[in-house]
């Protein structure tokens, strides 16, 4: 295959958000199916090499190496590296305790414990040489990275793509599939909201001061998911992929800003009232708004019953029911956007509730 | 290492790598420094002292070389001698140095006595007036005393200095005596080299020595270097952030090194001195850089100091090569205005200088004159608003009686193709251009132009033709009467191209009606009211004389082509194309099928006129109120360069004057590659403009500037130069220039006639005529000059443009409007100094040339202007000034200067006096009949 034909085929595997996002969910599926082949340093060498090979490929192709080498971005890259490092250490590790566990051997760190060192030199002496070496990181990178500065803020003429700074990218991704009020204020009130009360809702005593996975799969999955796919991944997607008009381009792609994509939803209530009933809109909004409203209503108050009653029957039996509903309603409010996402993705759909009236739109 | 062992981790490596990270850390830091230190522009103040110094040096040594040597070596000698003589009499000098150490020592201690007495004194009488004002009388007396007494010590102190400086002077005087000769010889040293001295110093001050070295060093260069950013700030003009008007500052200086001193004019860039210091950049110019900056003219980021940073612009392709290769160059993307290339920045001056559309010509910018001129010709201003142009008039002709003028088939070849016709047309190009060139496009253009003719042709009105008895023409006599007569001053016609005021009149035979253009020869306001055309007032006859010959100038190419015929589908697509935009598709197609072949072609004319704005040109019946379909220009020159589409044109840089360089060269060239619905496609007519034309244009259209200076920086007219540009601006539409000389330009016609038979150039018109002959001379014309076939013709000015006229050559030469002072009264002469007038007028024979009344049966040729008219014409004042050196007003003149430098040749009349003798004949022309009877 040529190199412009595997060009190609990335870019047209990469170009829609539903590809690049359900892969990824996908991949994140297959780690934690396989973690303990994953984990394996062959494995994850391999993975590496993979990752380094493509981009060193990659930034031989003009408009990548553009995206990839602009000042802001530089540090996403090194990010993303260090994301997927740290992130097999720390599985790596959990694995291997979990082994540990299985033969009846004590976990590392229980082996660990018992070791004394010196703080000089085993301590302040690396620590002095990460500084230095972190300094020289830092000087180099400035000298060769000038800060990008652009020109006056122009309100006249907003630059094109306006992106977020990088670590917002992931809220301003959501903008795509909900209102302002949602994916601005809500959302993210509720993401600090449920992380200062996980200590609190997380009763169970494993993995304290040690690596497992096995001990905390559900905390560490719904964490990972959150972490990585609904923040990570959507930062990369607003960093790379996300071009002019905040149109979708696969990493190959000239940025063109004439680049057109049609853009057609439908909410739900013009399913219900003009596809399958085709009686035209009912102007009062309660009506029109029904089957959302009911919707919605259930999704938020009928799953957390079913779940009590199935799959998370003992973590209700654990948790008790303030504890659970709290926990149930932070991880369905979770949901809402790769729910959200593949609605749109499939049936194009806008809204569920739509009630402009009132500026209330889900 | 004495508990070796036991650590962790293995010292000797951690040490290893330590030091390692430790030469990384020097290494790095010194980048760092290399980094905040090496900057482009200190490379070239680096370069620019270097050459100042080496100029410094030449002139030094030139200045040296010039020194007279041999007197210098003598000089010195003898400074020599005197100073041995000198050292000969050194006891006597002794002595009299040292008593005046002393005496000097004795003023020191005097003059400290008497200030302390003299504060004292201050203090003293402070408390005393302070105790009297406040009625403490014990103390006042106390105080009074003190002040009487240190008054007595202060009057004694005095003296004393005061005779200690005699002493010392005196003293000082009888030093001089020995040390007299010394000194003398010294400073006639230093006349000698004093030039070289002050080189010398210059040398010094800008020669890189050891201190400027340490001054510049990094780390040391906060406290004073040599090297520094210059900059200038300009509070009032400000740059524009959106959000906040900030002062300029520009600091373009700190690698434009020489732009302010003309020392530089040879050196390379960017050391160059500027171009043009005597308007620009030096202190004693128009625009001196403290006041007005740079980037308020050249645009680009007055703030930045790298070339790139700054937006420099090429003027050329060659530029834009060469700058790629040397500095890596593209656009800035992130500058709002990248600066104007060098061959546009004349746009710059139409921010200031406009006067709100007012002024005719900005002073020494030919380019931008030339655009806005353009844009003026080619009527820009009909689809395009613009300040300042909202009342310029309709250049083309009237529409509404065309019938009576030329054929429908005419109209239908002139539509599709104008320049066939008339290589030179302004009419520009509407049809088969880059966008609409495809077969469909083509047909469709036919039948619109169907359409629109069909339309004029139905709209038009009766035109009652003044031709009822229109007399035989003779075509030879014909073309005498247009070659001499004056046509030629506006158009041209077979090898005469000077004239791109009127439509050339090649091939008029194959447009026109005869009888039409009988008619309109004769009064061309008669057919259309507004036209600029004026009337020669031809007499019958020699209309038809000239009417005969013009109906013999054909164009035979044109005659040739065939006439566009639209097919009967291209005319219902045009048709329902224009239904369906106006209507919509389904009553569209309702109107489509009730019309008949002859509805559907009006319709398609109606729309097209609307669609293409001929009504912005042409005044078309039924389309009196119509707008301006073009995009508003104002503030072009500042608009975003997002907003400018490009489309698919990828081989020209994204910026405005690009942009605007394509468009004009050719106007749908941003349609390339785009599906468009025919009525979508852009519509902008093809002028044809040269390249040069285009770039003339595109220098006024940036100037279009939404900027914000303020009013004492903008060129403000008071009410004399109002009048002059309101003058200019009529002196330019109606083509003054064609025939007469104005200030300095124009009077081409003269090439087409014999030598002096051209029309007269108007030379301190203003202050020669009186307003009110002049007035109702442009009213109705009379002869003044019997020698000229030329003809002044008859404008039809009302009152009201005769004014301005006359106000305007008034106010041109400062003169005062309306108004005759005691100076300006026509002088009434003595009968005896209108006698010695007399004489002197008959003496130099003035009559040989001149007519006062009657010409008789002499050659107009020989004759000179008409002198009875002169009372009512010439203003006194000018006439003196006329006689006494005609060569000066009117170079070439055949009028001899009778008193050259005020001499007379005539030593009997008036005493022999040259003031009195022109001050009598001037007397007796302006009263030629004074004394006549007695």
Request: hydrophobic share 40%; with cysteine; proline share 5%.
């Amino acid at each position: 295959m040529s190199v412009e034909g595997f060009k190609h085929l990335i870019d047209s595997f990469f170009s829609s958000p539903s590809t690049v996002f359900i892969g990824s969910v996908v991949g994140f599926g297959l780690f934690f199916a396989f973690v303990r082949f994953f984990t394996r340093p062959l494995v994850a060498g391999i993975l590496t090499a993979i990752t380094v090979g493509f981009l060193a490929f990659a930034v031989t192709d003009k408009n990548f190496f553009i995206i990839v080498t602009k000042p802001d971005n530089v540090p996403i890259v090194g990010m993303l590296f260090l994301l997927g490092f740290f992130t097999w250490l720390a599985f790596r590790k959990a694995v291997i305790n979990d082994l540990r566990t299985e033969k009846g051997e004590p976990i590392i760190e229980r082996s660990e414990k018992e070791e004394k060192v010196f703080s000089w030199p085993d301590l302040v002496y690396p620590e002095m040489i990460c500084m230095i070496g972190l300094t020289v990181l830092l000087l180099v990178w400035s000298i060769l990275l000038k800060a990008p500065l652009e020109e006056p803020a122009n309100p006249a003429a907003a630059p094109n793509p306006s992106k977020a700074p990088w670590y917002f990218l992931g809220l301003q991704e959501m903008l795509v599939y909900f209102d302002p009020w949602i994916a601005g204020v809500v959302l993210p009130g509720l993401i600090i909201f449920g992380l200062m009360a996980i200590p609190y809702i997380d009763n169970n005593p494993k993995g304290n001061g040690y690596y497992t996975f096995k001990e905390r799969k559900f905390a560490i999955i719904t964490f990972s998911f959150g972490f990585i796919i609904l923040w990570i991944v959507l930062i990369i997607f607003g960093t790379f992929l996300r071009g002019p008009n905040w149109n979708f381009f696969g990493p190959f792609e000239y940025w063109d800003p004439y680049k057109v994509e049609s853009l057609v939803n439908v909410n739900l209530s013009e399913f219900v009232y003009i596809k399958w009933l085709g009686t035209g809109l009912p102007k009062f909004w309660l009506t029109r708004e029904f089957l959302g409203i009911i919707l919605v209503l259930a999704y938020f108050a009928i799953t957390p019953l079913l779940l009590a009653k199935t799959v998370l029957k003992k973590m209700y039996l654990s948790l008790g029911l303030f504890r659970f509903n709290i926990m149930v309603f932070l991880l369905l409010t979770m949901m809402t956007m790769p729910i959200k996402m593949v609605l749109r993705w499939a049936f194009n759909l806008k809204y569920i509730i739509a009630i402009p009236e009132y500026f209330f739109n889900i | 290492m004495a508990r070796g062992g036991t650590y962790l981790r293995n010292s000797s490596k951690l040490n290893a790598i330590f030091g390692v990270g430790a030469i990384l850390l020097l290494i790095s830091f010194v980048l760092m420094l290399a980094d905040d230190h090496i900057r482009e522009w200190k490379s070239y103040q680096r370069e620019f002292a270097r050459m100042e110094t080496e100029q410094a040096q030449g002139k030094l040594d030139k200045a040296k070389s010039k020194v007279d040597h041999h007197k210098l070596d003598e000089l010195k000698k003898d400074i020599k001698k005197a100073k041995k003589e000198l050292k000969e009499e050194d006891e006597e000098v002794g002595t009299v140095k040292k008593e005046l150490k002393a005496l000097e020592a004795k003023r020191y201690k005097a003059n400290q006595s008497f200030q302390f007495a003299r504060s004292r004194y201050a203090v003293a009488k402070y408390e005393y007036e302070d105790a009297k004002a406040h009625h403490k009388d014990d103390k006042a007396a106390q105080a009074e005393k003190v002040v009487l007494k240190e008054d007595a010590i202060i009057a004694q102190h005095k003296e004393d200095v005061e005779q200690f400086d005699i002493e010392i002077k005196s003293k000082k005087e009888e030093l001089q005596q020995f040390t007299a000769k010394k000194e003398t010889l010294i400073k006639k040293k230093e006349a000698l080299t004093k030039g070289v001295k002050r080189l010398e110093k210059n040398l010094a001050k800008v020669k890189p020595g050891l201190i400027n070295w340490l001054l510049n060093l990094p780390m040391l260069d906060f406290i004073e270097p040599t090297r520094k950013v210059q900059q200038v700030v300009v509070e009032d003009l400000t740059e524009d952030y959106h959000f906040a008007q900030v002062p300029r500052v520009d600091r373009c200086m700190t690698c434009h090194l020489g732009i302010d001193s003309n020392k530089w004019k040879d050196a390379p860039q960017p050391f160059k001195s500027h171009p043009k210091l005597d308007l620009f950049v030096a202190s004693d110019s128009s625009h001196p850089v403290d006041k007005f900056g740079c980037t308020v003219c050249h645009n680009g980021s007055g703030q930045s100091i790298t070339f790139y940073d700054a937006a420099h612009t090429p003027r050329s392709e060659e530029q834009k090569k060469e700058w790629q290769k040397k500095y890596n160059w593209k656009p800035q993307i992130y500058v709002e205005e990248n600066m104007l290339p060098a061959n546009l920045v004349e746009a710059s001056c139409y921010q200031c200088h406009n006067a709100d559309g007012k002024k005719v010509d900005i002073p020494k910018a030919p380019n931008l004159n030339a655009g806005k001129e353009l844009f003026e010709e080619r009527s820009c201003y009909a689809c395009h608003a613009v300040k300042g142009y909202e009342n310029f008039e309709k250049k083309g002709p009237d529409l509404t009686r065309l019938a009576s003028k030329t054929s429908q088939e005419w109209t239908e070849k002139w539509l599709k193709s104008p320049r066939t016709f008339r290589p030179d047309t302004k009419m520009p190009q509407f049809f088969d251009l880059s966008n609409t060139s495809s077969e469909e496009d083509k047909q469709k253009s036919l039948a619109e132009i169907e359409g629109i003719t069909q339309y004029l042709y139905k709209k038009s009105k009766p035109f009652k033709k003044m031709a009822k008895s229109m007399p035989e023409g003779n075509a030879e006599k014909g073309k005498e009467l247009v070659d001499n007569r004056g046509c030629l001053g506006c158009h041209s016609v077979g090898e005469w191209k000077e004239p791109e005021h009127g439509p050339s009149l090649n091939g008029i035979g194959s447009k026109v009606e005869p009888k039409w253009l009988y008619s309109w020869v004769k009064n061309p306001k008669h057919y259309w009211k507004e036209t600029r055309m004026p009337s020669l007032r031809l007499s019958d006859q020699e209309a038809a004389d000239m009417t005969a010959y013009l109906m013999t100038l054909k164009n035979k190419e044109f005659d040739q082509m065939p006439a566009p015929k639209a097919t009967e589908s291209a005319m219902d697509k045009m048709a329902l194309e224009y239904l369906t935009s106006q209507y919509g598709a389904v009553i569209g197609l309702r109107k489509f099928e009730k019309m008949s072949d002859q509805e559907k072609q009006v319709y398609v004319g109606e729309r097209a006129i609307n669609h293409y704005g001929c009504a912005g040109c042409h005044a078309i019946e039924g389309f009196e109120k119509a707008g301006k379909i073009g995009v508003e220009l104002n503030g072009i020159g500042s608009r975003n360069i997002h907003t400018f589409e490009f489309g698919n044109v990828h081989d020209i840089d994204h910026t405005k004057q690009d942009w605007l360089q394509a468009k004009l060269s050719n106007p749908r060239v941003f349609d390339k590659g785009k599906i468009k619905n025919r009525l979508e496609k852009s519509k902008m007519p093809h002028f044809g403009f040269t390249d040069k034309e285009a770039e003339q244009l595109s220098t006024f259209l940036l100037g279009l500037r939404k900027s914000e200076i303020p009013a004492d920086k903008r060129d403000n007219l008071d009410a004399r130069e109002e009048a002059v540009e309101k003058g200019r601006q009529m002196v330019r539409d109606l083509n003054c220039a064609g025939c007469h000389q104005i200030e300095g330009k124009g009077g081409e016609i003269a090439k087409t006639l014999p030598e002096g038979m051209n029309p007269p150039p108007l030379i301190k018109e203003g202050e020669k005529v009186w307003g009110d002959w002049l007035h109702s001379f442009l009213k109705k014309p009379s002869t003044v000059r019997h020698w000229l076939d030329v003809r002044m013709p008859t404008y039809g000015f009302s009152n009201k443009e005769a004014t301005a006229l006359v106000h305007y050559f008034e106010s041109l030469d400062k003169q005062k409007l309306n108004y005759r002072g005691k100076e300006d009264q026509i002088p009434k002469p003595s009968k005896a100094e209108w006698q010695a007038g007399k004489e002197i007028f008959e003496t130099f024979k003035c009559l040989q040339c001149h007519v006062a009344g009657d010409i008789g049966n002499r050659n107009p040729a020989e004759l000179a202007p008409e002198l009875s008219l002169a009372h009512d014409r010439l203003k006194p004042r000018w006439v003196i000034k006329w006689l006494v050196n005609p060569d000066k007003y009117y170079p070439g003149t055949r009028m001899p200067g009778y008193w050259p430098d005020l001499q007379s040749p005539l030593p009997d009349v008036l005493g022999g006096s040259a003031k009195k003798q022109i001050k009598a004949l001037r007397g007796y022309i302006l009263n030629l009949d004074l004394y006549e009877k007695d």
